[in-house]
């Protein structure tokens, strides 16, 4: 079993910046894949991002490439999605994700365990 529990999120005007954090607790953190994903009121919920457990590689949504960054430190068990030139279309509740599965996942079903999200909020 494997907890997570999201950080970071608020509110902030377009162009400007948050970083996200997913603090993991239970099993060892390292041998999971992470990822983000996003839901916004009234839309189903949305991929953002991936990493596989060592972190060498990254996956994002075309949406949010480069402007976006996931990474993680498995030394302190936290994965972190970092958030530049923010949009008002990047509103929306951040739910981290971890995965059991080897390599980068971007549909929800991957995933086995679910943090309870944070809200972002970009104003105009």
């Known amino acids: 079993q494997v907890q997570l529990v999201e950080s970071g999120g608020g509110l902030v005007q377009a162009g400007g910046s948050l970083r996200l954090s997913c603090a993991a607790s239970g099993r060892t953190f390292s041998s999971y894949a992470m990822g983000w994903f996003r839901q916004a009121p009234g839309k189903e919920r949305d991929f953002v991002a991936a990493i596989t457990w060592s972190g060498s590689r990254t996956y994002y949504a075309d949406s949010v490439k480069g402007r976006f960054t996931i990474s993680r430190d498995n030394a302190k068990n936290t994965a972190y999605l970092q958030m530049n030139g923010l949009k008002p279309e990047d509103t929306a509740i951040y739910y981290c994700?971890?995965?059991?599965?080897?390599?980068?996942?971007?549909?929800?079903?991957?995933?086995?365990?679910w943090g309870q999200g944070t809200q972002v909020t970009v104003s105009s």
């Open positions: 994700a971890a995965s059991s599965r080897a390599g980068l996942h971007s549909t929800g079903p991957s995933y086995d365990y």
